[in-house]
């Protein structure tokens, strides 16, 4: 799942792992780099300023809204998703929410319940209050097999 490298994502150490078995109830704020393999009640937030890494496995899930520089998504998300640079959704990627991104990679099989919106690059680093491109803003629910 993780051999290859995706062209946008930079690389990021992932000094932390959330195990498969872990649950956790309450918001959650990561610098550098967070595998999820485990469940997250709450929202889930890369440090302000870092270019920080979210890895969702085909085990993990979030249920609130998640914030990032970049995020490789391949479980489940339910809530709103905003990416400072590059989002990869992998084929077992379920999106309950909005994403909010500068670059998309979207793969066979992964689905998206919510819009699409490509951020403004002059606006990226605001990740408190997204600001929206309105013009490139497209109502998007889709799911390939």
């Given amino acids: 799942m993780f051999k290859k490298k995706s062209p946008g994502v930079s690389q990021a150490k992932l000094a932390t792992l959330i195990a498969h078995d872990v649950q956790i109830a309450g918001n959650l704020e990561f610098s550098d780099g ?57 084929s077992n990627a379920h999106v309950n929410g909005n994403i909010y991104y500068q670059q998309l990679r979207m793969d066979v099989g992964a689905s998206v319940e919510g819009k699409l919106t490509k951020r403004d690059n002059t606006l990226a680093p605001q990740l408190d209050t997204p600001r929206l491109s309105s013009e490139m803003t497209s109502d998007y629910s889709h799911s390939e097999t």
């Fill in 34 to 90: 967070l595998r999820m393999d485990g469940h997250v009640k709450g929202n889930v937030t890369g440090r302000a300023g870092e270019q920080t890494l979210l890895v969702v496995s085909d085990q993990g899930s979030i249920t609130g809204n998640v914030n990032a520089y970049d995020i490789v998504i391949n479980g489940t998300i339910t809530g709103d998703v905003t990416v400072e640079h590059f989002v990869e959704l992998q």
